[in-house]
């Protein structure tokens, strides 16, 4: 998808049209401090570098007054260029859409507050560049321009209007049977009888009476202005047939925006069930987070990546190296966000069911290592908890370790959960009473264990086992 | 432009004429009524060629008056935006002059005469060209196109140029020579 072509498009557009358009009310001095001329440009190319934004912090950025910047953006709503979109949300809402901004850019990542549950709704307005009706819009607008001269320019403009300078009625050619006088030869109005003028809609037509030069003064003055209208415009035609065949850039509306971002920004590692679960108590947020996490579909492909279809246009889809100073304890990240190596896909996180998603390629043991430790802490825990059945407490624990752990990183190919656990049974037994004593100390020569075990077993029964994966 | 179609009205016919012309009584009155109307639709009717169908007629309540629908042929004419028409000029004025193509009339303002006329006025206001070649005034003939009309339900007056290649002065009233 390519957004810049469009872009310069828009620019493009914004120099030729919009640079001298100024914001003011007619009623402020427009020399005092200076008038802002051109800050439609300004905004244009902001919105440029941006996607769906909220209007404050469009303002925020560039440094407006939000009613300048909102005056702004409804004439740019008018004329076509922007779409608006108001809506009441609380401020849980805005944070949500905060991250969804983020992980559009790739920036930062969601901080997910637990706040108090005062629900206030403020009216928020967001706003996006519209490249299909820009496109439209554009071409229209210099065809309407160069229309007007050339019918001039055939005297093709036909119906004359007049108007009253009196009362300032308008009638049209149609209404003359009407206005014709008996007493002199000009029309007349019929409330007041004031004499009607004839209104010229001629655009070089300043020079008073006619005469065979005026006119073809007149055809000059149309002919030059035609010509310099071709050549003033002729970066931007090129541009829009350059841009005339490309698919348009298009990010939908703006909840499908927040949801495809939200989704990518999840999938980007950051599994924060909190997060997910708060935001899906926002009111009148759609209920965008979880549900619709299972709008991206998976494509497994075995042996190879793994592609996720559906991947929204306009999303840049890498995941950005996190700094080190980002990165706590028990997150999961992908190999790529602590800045090793880089990775192609997105997770998807689905850790209700024990779906068997297939995500990343990742390298086995610093995976292993957090999993297992993970798992073992879990798994500490349960044991304390059931230790009548063996095979109860096989099954629930990996189920509910698996569960509640990240369930996605696993590699392709490798074996799954259920291998591990037919072959570890007899291991955990011994192992139990050291598992209490030490932690970090067990917990790697379990993990050691289960390597080997792990690679034993995989040896042994990778053709066996045809686990589903996905 | 003409167009001969089939219309159909319902005539009513007072008592006094029920009698062995009944029908030439009645395509009588349907000529008085209908020649020389215009209906917004279908423009001038400018004469009945035949009467196609007489329907039965129906005795209204009260009166004694009786309804027949009447099925006749006509010819009609009905301006159109484009057409080119030959005129005759009724009026000039400042702002243009009036011209009429039989039963309708047609208003060319004053810039969409071409811009080498001007107006004078007088005691025979005209338009005419600079070197006193052409000259537009009262009872001359015009090709004017129509470039506009405006359709009420009785009326139908349109807008005119002679701005065009061929437009103008086809003869004058003052046939010189």
Same mark, same amino acid.
């Given at each position: 998808?390519?957004?810049?072509?469009f872009?310069?498009l828009?620019?493009?557009? $914004?120099? /030729?049209?919009?640079?001298?358009?100024?914001?003011?009310?007619d009623?402020?001095?427009?020399?005092?401090?200076g008038?802002?001329?051109?800050?439609?440009?300004?905004?244009?190319?902001?919105?440029?570098?941006?996607?769906?934004?909220?209007?404050?912090?469009?303002?925020?950025?560039?440094?407006?007054?939000?009613?300048?910047?909102?005056?702004?953006l409804?004439?740019?709503?008018?004329?076509?260029?922007?779409?608006? !979109?108001?809506?009441?949300?609380s401020?849980?809402? $805005?944070?949500?859409?905060?991250? $969804?901004?983020?992980?559009?850019?790739?920036?930062?990542?969601?901080t997910?507050?637990?706040?108090?549950?005062?629900?206030?709704?403020h009216?928020?307005?967001?706003c996006?560049l519209?490249?299909?009706?820009?496109?439209?819009?554009?071409?229209?607008?210099?065809?309407?321009?160069?229309?007007?001269?050339?019918?001039?320019?055939?005297?093709?403009?036909?119906?004359?209007?007049?108007?009253?300078?009196?009362c300032?009625?308008?009638?049209?050619?149609?209404?003359?049977?009407?206005?014709?006088?008996?007493?002199?030869?000009?029309?007349?109005?019929?409330?007041? !009888?004031?004499?009607?003028?004839?209104?010229? !809609?001629?655009? /070089?037509?300043?020079?008073?009476?006619?005469?065979?030069?005026?006119?073809?003064?007149?055809?000059?003055?149309?002919?030059?202005?035609?010509?310099?209208?071709?050549?003033?415009?002729?970066?931007?035609?090129?541009?829009?047939?350059?841009?005339?065949?490309?698919?348009?850039?298009?990010?939908?509306?703006?909840?499908?925006?927040?949801a495809? /971002?939200?989704?990518?920004a999840?999938?980007?590692?950051?599994?924060?069930?909190?997060? /997910?679960?708060?935001?899906?108590?926002?009111?009148?947020?759609?209920?965008?987070?979880?549900?619709?996490?299972?709008?991206?579909k998976?494509e497994?492909?075995?042996?190879?990546?793994?592609?996720?279809?559906?991947?929204?246009?306009?999303?840049?889809?890498?995941?950005?190296?996190?700094?080190?100073?980002?990165?706590?304890?028990?997150?999961?990240l992908?190999?790529e966000?602590r800045?090793?190596?880089?990775?192609?896909?997105?997770?998807?996180?689905?850790?209700?069911?024990?779906?068997?998603?297939? =995500?990343?390629?990742?390298?086995?043991?610093?995976?292993?290592?957090?999993?297992y430790?993970?798992?073992?802490?879990?798994?500490?825990?349960?044991?304390?908890?059931?230790? $009548?059945?063996?095979?109860?407490?096989?099954?629930?624990?990996?189920?509910?370790?698996?569960? =509640?752990?990240?369930?996605?990183?696993?590699?392709?190919?490798?074996?799954?959960?259920?291998?591990h656990d037919?072959?570890?049974?007899v291991?955990?037994?011994d192992?139990?009473?050291?598992?209490?004593?030490?932690?970090?100390? =067990?917990?790697?020569?379990?993990?050691?264990?289960?390597?080997?075990?792990?690679k034993?077993?995989?040896?042994e029964?990778?053709?066996?086992?045809?686990?589903?994966?996905? | 432009?003409?167009?001969?179609? &089939?219309?159909? %009205?319902?005539?009513?016919?007072?008592? %006094?004429y029920?009698?062995?012309?009944?029908?030439?009584?009645? &395509?009588?009155?349907?000529m008085?009524?209908?020649?020389?109307?215009?209906?917004g %639709?279908?423009?001038?009717?400018?004469?009945?060629?035949?009467?196609? @169908?007489?329907?039965?007629?129906?005795?209204?309540?009260?009166?004694?008056?009786?309804?027949?629908? &009447?099925?006749?042929?006509?010819?009609?004419?009905?301006?159109?935006?484009?057409?080119?028409?030959?005129?005759?000029?009724?009026?000039?004025?400042?702002?243009?002059?009036?011209?009429?193509?039989?039963?309708?009339?047609?208003?060319?303002s004053?810039?969409?005469?071409? @811009?080498?006329?001007?107006?004078q006025?007088?005691?025979?206001?005209?338009?005419?060209?600079? @070197?006193g070649?052409?000259?537009?005034?009262?009872?001359?003939?015009? %090709?004017?196109?129509?470039?506009?009309?405006? &359709? @009420?339900?009785?009326?139908?007056f349109?807008?005119?140029?002679?701005?065009?290649?061929?437009?103008?002065?086809?003869?004058?009233?003052?046939?010189?020579?």
């Amino acid at each position: 998808m390519s957004l810049e072509p469009f872009n310069r498009l828009v620019k493009l557009a $914004a120099r /030729a049209f919009y640079d001298d358009i100024t914001m003011k009310g007619d009623n402020q001095p427009k020399t005092g401090r200076g008038d802002n001329r051109g800050i439609a440009v300004v905004v244009l190319d902001a919105l440029a570098r941006r996607q769906w934004v909220r209007e404050e912090d469009l303002a925020k950025a560039l440094k407006l007054h939000s009613k300048q910047l909102r005056r702004i953006l409804r004439f740019f709503e008018e004329e076509k260029f922007v779409t608006r !979109d108001h809506r009441k949300e609380s401020a849980k809402g $805005a944070k949500i859409f905060s991250a $969804a901004v983020a992980a559009a850019t790739g920036e930062g990542h969601q901080t997910g507050k637990e706040g108090e549950e005062k629900v206030k709704m403020h009216t928020h307005s967001y706003c996006c560049l519209d490249y299909a009706q820009i496109y439209d819009v554009v071409r229209y607008r210099i065809h309407k321009m160069k229309k007007k001269l050339k019918d001039e320019l055939d005297s093709r403009n036909t119906v004359q209007t007049y108007v009253c300078p009196n009362c300032g009625k308008r009638y049209s050619a149609f209404d003359a049977l009407q206005l014709i006088s008996f007493t002199d030869d000009v029309f007349h109005c019929e409330r007041c !009888d004031g004499e009607l003028v004839a209104e010229s !809609d001629k655009l /070089a037509a300043d020079e008073m009476g006619d005469g065979d030069d005026n006119r073809s003064r007149r055809r000059e003055k149309l002919k030059d202005l035609l010509k310099r209208i071709e050549e003033q415009l002729n970066p931007l035609t090129t541009q829009l047939s350059r841009v005339k065949d490309l698919p348009v850039p298009d990010f939908g509306t703006l909840q499908q925006w927040e949801a495809r /971002a939200s989704a990518a920004a999840r999938g980007y590692g950051e599994i924060d069930p909190n997060d /997910a679960n708060k935001s899906s108590q926002v009111p009148g947020y759609g209920g965008t987070p979880m549900p619709s996490l299972g709008d991206t579909k998976v494509e497994v492909d075995l042996g190879g990546g793994v592609k996720e279809e559906a991947q929204p246009e306009g999303k840049p889809v890498k995941a950005k190296v996190l700094p080190p100073w980002m990165i706590k304890e028990g997150m999961v990240l992908t190999k790529e966000q602590r800045g090793e190596t880089s990775i192609e896909a997105d997770a998807s996180q689905e850790t209700t069911i024990d779906d068997k998603k297939q =995500t990343d390629m990742m390298d086995d043991k610093s995976l292993k290592d957090e999993y297992y430790k993970a798992y073992y802490d879990a798994y500490r825990a349960k044991l304390q908890e059931t230790q $009548a059945i063996k095979q109860e407490v096989r099954v629930s624990a990996s189920d509910d370790l698996f569960g =509640t752990t990240e369930s996605s990183h696993r590699q392709v190919g490798m074996k799954s959960k259920r291998g591990h656990d037919d072959n570890d049974d007899v291991e955990w037994e011994d192992d139990q009473p050291t598992v209490d004593t030490g932690n970090a100390g =067990t917990s790697y020569k379990l993990a050691a264990d289960l390597n080997m075990e792990a690679k034993e077993s995989e040896e042994e029964e990778d053709d066996d086992i045809d686990w589903e994966e996905g | 432009m003409f167009f001969h179609i &089939v219309l159909e %009205r319902k005539i009513q016919l007072h008592p %006094r004429y029920f009698g062995p012309h009944l029908r030439d009584k009645l &395509v009588a009155k349907l000529m008085k009524e209908v020649e020389g109307t215009c209906s917004g %639709r279908h423009g001038f009717v400018v004469a009945i060629t035949g009467v196609e @169908d007489i329907g039965k007629g129906l005795i209204r309540e009260g009166t004694g008056f009786v309804t027949f629908p &009447v099925k006749y042929q006509c010819v009609v004419f009905r301006p159109f935006k484009g057409e080119i028409l030959e005129a005759v000029v009724t009026m000039v004025n400042k702002m243009g002059f009036f011209a009429e193509a039989g039963p309708v009339q047609i208003f060319v303002s004053n810039h969409l005469i071409p @811009d080498d006329m001007e107006y004078q006025a007088g005691d025979m206001p005209n338009y005419t060209t600079s @070197d006193g070649s052409v000259k537009i005034q009262k009872d001359c003939e015009v %090709r004017l196109k129509i470039m506009g009309t405006r &359709v @009420d339900a009785t009326e139908i007056f349109c807008i005119g140029t002679i701005k065009d290649d061929f437009l103008g002065v086809i003869s004058d009233p003052s046939a010189a020579s």
